[in-house]
């Protein structure tokens, strides 16, 4: 899943950014309302964490011209204003859920996560590849009957295959959904998360299910021997 975080105070952007990340999200982060739509309009966001007061475009904006736009990302607004007039602006603009500061990043996690549910439910669904098995909502796998522990990042990777099971997902694919804009590493960490991958859910059930696909990328197949 990748987020995109509109926040001009910039240490809390960063506290945010980090945490979100060790949940096993990628996250942009952006600290003025005008690049804050400028990437919301331009990039895939799975969820976008969005505060009121920007400089350059509030957030009230921000969203209401996302929305007269079609996009559909579901928006968390973030602020610091009280108030029931404040929060109806912001639903009325088309935010999904609205969160006052100071706030609980337990909270957050929490509204964020049924946030996804809500966008995916009736879609989102177990991902099976065999007796692979893939739970986004729980973030869990299993191999048959056992469970196979994964990091957050290798389980980001895995669902990336999983969503398209039986398609050629690329690099650059698995790269701009699973690690963030400003990831400037060596890309054939693709690679590295990838064996690490085969090793935990094939190698110790005999089965060979993550295929590589030269000079296209890799694909995730049912079961091979």
Same mark, same amino acid.
């Given at each position: 899943?990748?987020?995109?975080?509109?926040?001009?105070?910039?240490?809390?952007?960063?506290?945010?950014?980090?945490?979100?990340?060790?949940?096993?999200?990628?996250?942009?982060?952006?600290?003025?309302?005008?690049?804050?739509?400028?990437?919301?309009?331009?990039?895939?966001?799975?969820?976008?964490?969005?505060?009121?007061?920007?400089?350059?475009?509030?957030?009230?904006?921000?969203?209401?011209?996302l929305r007269a736009?079609?996009?559909?990302?579901?928006?968390?607004?973030?602020?610091?204003?009280?108030?029931?007039?404040?929060?109806?602006?912001?639903?009325?603009?088309? @935010?999904?859920?609205?969160? *006052?500061?100071?706030?609980?990043? +337990?909270? %957050?996690? #929490?509204?964020?996560? /049924?946030? &996804?549910?809500?966008?995916?439910?009736?879609?989102?669904?177990?991902?099976?590849?065999?007796?692979?098995?893939?739970?986004? @909502?729980?973030?869990?796998? *299993?191999?048959?009957?056992?469970? +196979?522990? %994964?990091? #957050?990042?290798?389980? /980001?990777? &895995?669902?990336?295959?999983?969503?398209?099971?039986?398609?050629?997902?690329?690099?650059?694919?698995?790269?701009?959904?699973?690690?963030d804009f400003a990831?400037?590493?060596?890309?054939?960490? +693709?690679?590295?998360?990838?064996?690490?991958?085969?090793?935990?859910?094939?190698?110790?059930?005999?089965?060979?299910?993550?295929?590589?696909?030269?000079?296209?990328?890799?694909?995730?197949?049912?079961?091979?021997?």
């Amino acid at each position: 899943m990748r987020l995109l975080i509109v926040e001009d105070e910039k240490r809390l952007a960063h506290t945010l950014s980090k945490g979100l990340s060790a949940e096993g999200f990628a996250v942009d982060v952006v600290h003025d309302g005008v690049t804050g739509l400028h990437h919301a309009t331009s990039t895939d966001y799975d969820l976008i964490v969005l505060d009121i007061m920007l400089p350059g475009m509030n957030g009230y904006r921000v969203c209401s011209t996302l929305r007269a736009a079609g996009h559909e990302t579901p928006v968390l607004m973030l602020t610091a204003k009280d108030g029931e007039y404040d929060e109806a602006e912001g639903l009325d603009t088309g @935010a999904d859920d609205y969160l *006052r500061k100071p706030f609980s990043y +337990v909270v %957050l996690v #929490a509204r964020i996560n /049924a946030l &996804l549910r809500r966008r995916t439910r009736g879609g989102a669904r177990i991902l099976r590849a065999g007796d692979l098995v893939v739970d986004p @909502a729980t973030h869990t796998c *299993r191999r048959g009957e056992h469970a +196979v522990t %994964l990091t #957050a990042k290798e389980f /980001a990777v &895995l669902e990336q295959l999983a969503v398209r099971a039986g398609e050629v997902v690329s690099k650059a694919d698995i790269l701009s959904h699973v690690w963030d804009f400003a990831y400037d590493g060596d890309p054939n960490i +693709v690679e590295v998360y990838i064996s690490t991958l085969r090793r935990k859910i094939d190698a110790p059930f005999g089965r060979r299910s993550i295929l590589t696909v030269r000079g296209a990328g890799y694909r995730l197949a049912s079961d091979c021997g």
